[in-house]
């Protein structure tokens, strides 16, 4: 790979606002991001980004970070304590937890953010040997129904190839907004300027990407599932599947047309209110079409059926053969799994579904708000913020408050850390080396070890050093046994690798505390700056081992190599090539086949045909989506709002016919009302929402300090108006994007 030589103080690095995580080179004075832009030497977004990766300064020195540990006086106040201290005292507070009740009553929440992925690495040492087990994050209120579905499928995630696609769907999906594959804006409008090539979007806004679509199938908010099963009703009932491939490769393709040829067409689009003739030259366009690429995301991984839409979308592309080939879905190679293997357990409490190792976001309130022995009693929240992004938040906050120790790990002093026990001042994603495992792409797929831009700031530590000290703190490990592998790490990696092979062999408890064992050994003999990519070293060897053939494609001759490539590769390294049929041999059945018959999910498609009783009602008439991705709005990291260029307050955007009905006009104040609680926002009056359908933006009501050191709260925090009660009966998925709701005009901008 050629890098291009950097003058000046221009570094490499990453954005960290989405799962992109786009290449860009920041120019640093002092400790500031002074400019930033897209690197063209990363593998991936090659010189890409959008406008939010320019603000990032507004992280980086947030006039909230935290610089010393925190400790939680009897009055509620906090002091600040030394680094001892704390270790010490959390380390303890969590052996007795352990020793009293069980390590499975202390549940961990987060492993990082967006980007920050390393620190949750090396969190599962410390946790492991406690005996803690329960463990949730983000993805648990997003992707565990879509990785059920696709667990069952064919055992792994799939990516479609946008970027040759002749047809792209998006489903719930805005990327123009939300990017979420390389070079998202790009491919989009070369999309749109090829008449050779279709866009297909199903989502009830009039969104930028819908804008550009050649089909937007604008269906009601939460009828997705009838659109979708009608579509893929008219795929078997017009004789539009590929035969071929069917038979080849698929199993279970007799069971789902059998239920797809009693689907009427013409009533599920009328109750998803879509035209028929517009829905069937959709479905007419996707069979004749080359290859196809398809793309679910929040708008219904949050809304009701969201399993059921998982499963309904990826017929789409399994019946006409979209899959391994170029401008297809495909399934990829994984640096580390974002996902535990295995199948579905419960959690101890309300047995709710464990997908993947997580528990569902929406019951850890309950999971800790009961008098049952199994309850959880102690917490870990790592770089997240579960008591402002989880459903109803004033359950959150009463659930934590009532846990025995909690404990946050965090750049600065968010809601969820005023609730806890202790809070570790961690350094920033560009005051240590960092990492996503959003490695997502084929057939080319690429992985980032960002370098520290800045020594930490005084006061802060690493996460990496924060569990470090935890777990020797445990005296989990004797540290004698650990000399010879950091003698043979000072000797090379080829030492390192067969003194680590023999230290396993005398003592396979080490794999239990693997990560601290690495970063305690195999760290110190890294450059200057890179011990928290000792874990890496791990995964490197597994993956060279999981995909041989595809890592010596990317030119890495094996486990070390390919170490050494991450080490040395500022702008990121691609860490596998494969072809196109090897999508066939990372579907993980025996067979190489893929398992399209769900019962569970037939039977859904089933029911889809009784009417329902509406969710919204007289008192709550309009859906609420909670949460919506704009052009000035990002995750809850970007704390000070001062990045913002307009939508400063987080409007809720109404429809024409609400706004007249309600006599609002863009600019008024409006006062939203469901279940959970009540909030107060400016209106924008938009062409792009339906009639009942209102929205308001992510990452609002949050508090920030302004330049007179005043706090501030500006915009409304959405999930003061969700609910725990309201998820997926499959996966526990919240309902953010579909929130019954009541808005009232409280004000007027202009007049009467």
């Known amino acids: 790979m050629t890098t291009t030589p950097l003058k000046g103080n221009w570094q490499p690095t990453a954005c960290i606002l989405c799962e992109c995580n786009c290449g860009i080179v920041v120019e640093v004075e002092g400790r500031s991001l002074a400019r930033i832009r897209g690197d063209k030497d990363h593998p991936a977004s090659q010189g890409y980004t959008c406008n939010k990766a320019l603000r990032l300064d507004h992280y980086q020195n947030n006039r909230g970070r935290l610089t010393s540990p925190m400790r939680r006086r009897p009055d509620g106040s906090y002091e600040e304590i030394d680094w001892d201290t704390a270790i010490s005292e959390i380390a303890a507070g969590f052996r007795r937890i352990a020793d009293t009740h069980g390590g499975d009553k202390i549940f961990y929440y987060g492993g990082g953010g967006q980007g920050n992925h390393l620190g949750g690495a090396y969190s599962g040492a410390f946790l492991k040997a406690l005996g803690s087990y329960y463990r949730s994050n983000a993805l648990a209120q997003e992707k565990t129904g879509e990785h059920w579905v696709d667990a069952h499928l064919y055992g792994g995630h799939t990516r479609g190839e946008f970027e040759h696609a002749e047809v792209s769907v998006f489903v719930g999906k805005n990327p123009w907004m939300s990017q979420s594959f390389p070079r998202a804006r790009v491919v989009l ?12 979007v199903i989502d009830p806004v009039i969104t930028d990407t819908a804008k550009m679509a050649d089909f937007h199938m604008r269906v009601r908010p939460g009828t997705d599932a009838w659109c979708l099963a009608a579509m893929a009703a008219v795929l078997v009932q017009e004789d539009l599947c590929d035969e071929t491939f069917l038979a080849a490769h698929v199993n279970g393709a007799d069971a ?15 109750r998803c209110g879509v035209s028929e003739d517009l829905l069937r030259a959709a479905v007419r366009r996707i069979a004749a079409a080359e290859s196809v690429s398809v793309f679910e995301d929040l708008g219904i991984q949050q809304s009701p059926n969201s399993t059921v839409c998982s499963y309904l979308n990826k017929l789409l592309w399994i019946l006409t053969g979209n899959f391994a080939k170029r401008g297809a879905q495909h399934l990829h190679s994984t640096f580390a799994p974002l996902f ?22 929406n019951v850890v309130p309950q999971e800790i708000l009961t008098d049952h022995p199994d309850r959880f009693r102690a917490m870990v929240v790592e770089s997240s913020n579960p008591a402002h992004s989880l459903a109803d938040s004033a359950a959150c906050r009463e659930a934590f408050s009532a846990l025995e120790l909690l404990v946050v790990v965090d750049v600065a002093m968010t809601e969820t850390a005023r609730l806890a026990h202790y809070v570790l001042p961690a350094a920033t994603q560009f005051e240590k080396a960092e990492a996503t495992f959003f490695n997502l792409e084929f057939p080319h797929n690429t992985f980032h070890l960002r370098h520290r831009l800045f020594e930490p700031l005084e006061g802060t530590l690493p996460e990496p050093e924060i569990w470090a000290r935890l777990t020797r703190a445990l005296g989990v490990v004797d540290d004698a046994e650990l000399a010879p592998l950091r003698a043979a790490a000072r000797d090379g990696l080829a030492a390192y690798s ?46 060279a081992m999981a995909y041989p053939e595809a890592v010596r494609r990317a030119g890495h001759a094996d486990g070390n190599a390919l170490f050494e490539a991450i080490l040395n590769h500022r702008s990121g390294v691609t860490f596998t090539v494969h072809e196109y049929p090897d999508d066939f041999d990372l579907i993980t059945h025996d067979d190489r086949r893929i398992a399209l018959e769900m019962p569970d999910m037939l039977g859904e498609v089933r029911a889809l045909t009784a009417e329902r009783e509406a969710l919204t009602s007289a008192e709550f008439p309009i859906v609420l989506s909670a949460g919506e991705r704009r052009a000035y709005t990002a995750n809850d990291i970007l704390r000070d709002p001062g990045w913002r260029k307009r939508d400063t307050d987080g409007a809720l955007r109404i429809s024409v016919e609400d706004a007249a009905a309600l006599n609002l006009r863009t600019g008024d104040r409006a006062r939203i009302t469901t279940a959970a609680g009540s909030a107060e926002a400016g209106v924008e009056v938009s062409e792009a929402m339906l009639p009942g359908h209102a929205s308001l933006p992510n990452g609002f009501g949050l508090d920030y300090l302004d330049a007179d050191g005043t706090t501030r709260v500006p915009g409304v925090a959405p999930n003061s108006l969700t609910s725990s009660d309201w998820r997926d009966a499959y996966a526990g998925t919240p309902w953010h994007k579909h929130v019954p709701a009541r808005i009232e005009n409280v004000s007027s901008a202009v007049g009467g």
Do not use: H
């Open 189 to 200: 409008n070369e999309i749109a300027k090829d008449p050779s090539r279709s866009m297909i």
């Open 256 to 270: 789902v047309r059998e239920v797809l040829r009693e689907v009427p067409v013409a009533e599920f689009a009328r």
């Open 340 to 361: 535990r293997a295995g199948g579905v357990g419960r959690t101890p409490v309300t047995g709710a579904p464990v997908i993947g190792g997580l528990v569902p976001s």
């Open 498 to 543: 067969a003194a680590f092979l023999t230290a396993l062999g005398a003592n396979p408890g080490l794999n239990n505390v693997l990560p601290y064992v690495l970063y305690e050994t195999l760290g110190p003999a890294l450059p200057e700056g890179l011990a928290g990519a000792a874990a890496l070293w791990g995964l490197a060897q597994k993956t």
